[in-house]
Nanobody
């Protein structure tokens, strides 16, 4: 069983930046792929970004590409999402899922393991 814990959410002004972190309880095959999803009130959950365990392969949604950067540490247990040029449309609960296969994210399937989420609010 993989446990995931997000942190780093908060309130930020439009145009500002925020960095989210996601810590996995273990680095096993179960976390070959990790990523970020978000869900705004009244909207469906939306894919944001994904990264493979080696940190080389990354994948972004069109809505955040060029503004957000996903990365993970060398041990592979902690993942980050650097968010720049934030706008109110980025307001949502951000969750970090993990899966034994990175391709799960590329195929737009639901990953196996999920964190509780962290709130990001972009407002002046």
């Amino acid at each position: 069983q993989v446990q995931l814990r997000e942190s780093g959410g908060g309130l930020v002004q439009p145009g500002g930046s925020l960095r989210l972190s996601c810590e996995a309880s273990v680095r096993t095959f179960a976390t070959d792929g990790m990523g970020w999803f978000r869900q705004a009130p009244g909207k469906e959950r939306e894919f944001v970004a994904a990264i493979r365990w080696n940190g080389v392969s990354t994948y972004y949604s069109n809505s955040v590409n060029g503004r957000f950067t996903i990365s993970r540490d060398n041990a592979g247990n902690t993942m980050y999402l650097q968010m720049n040029s934030l706008n109110p449309e980025d307001t949502a609960v951000y969750s970090c899922p993990a899966d034994s296969q990175y391709s799960t994210f590329l195929d737009h399937n639901a990953p196996d393991y999920w964190g509780q989420g962290t709130q990001v609010t972009v407002s002046s």
